[in-house]
């Protein structure tokens, strides 16, 4: 079995900046693709973010383009998301997902995947 740890969360001001981090731990295989996902209170879980095995191909939701920055180190099984320029409305909590074999290109349109992490809470401040 693998498990997906989430940290890096907090509490930020409006204009500020966190850096998640995702850790695979478990049995040995690389994941072919990981993302990121959020939900806020009373609203559906979202895509944010999503990254290739190799790291070359990212996508990215509207809402996040030009402020997150996904990446990842395989030689640690982590994932990461930069987040800049942090909105309230950024304010959810944020999950990690990761998927053997499916494609990073289609994460954010498929509900289901094969590894979910507990999620971190982000709070952005006005």
């Known amino acids: 079995q693998v498990q997906l740890v989430e940290s890096g969360g907090g509490l930020v001001q409006a204009g500020g900046s966190l850096r998640l981090s995702c850790a695979a731990s478990g049995r040995s295989f690389s994941m072919n693709a990981m993302g990121w996902f959020r939900q806020a209170p009373g609203r559906e879980r979202e895509f944010v973010a999503a990254i290739s095995l190799s790291g070359a191909n990212t996508y990215y939701a509207d809402s996040v383009k030009g402020r997150f920055t996904i990446s990842r180190d395989n030689a640690k099984n982590t994932v990461y998301l930069q987040m800049n320029d942090l909105k309230p409305e950024d304010t959810a909590v944020y999950s990690c997902?990761?998927?053997?074999?499916?494609?990073?290109?289609?994460?954010?349109?498929?509900?289901?995947?094969?590894?979910w992490g507990q999620g971190t809470q982000v709070t952005v401040s006005s």
């Open positions: 997902a990761a998927d053997r074999f499916a494609a990073a290109q289609t994460m954010g349109v498929r509900a289901a995947h094969d590894y």
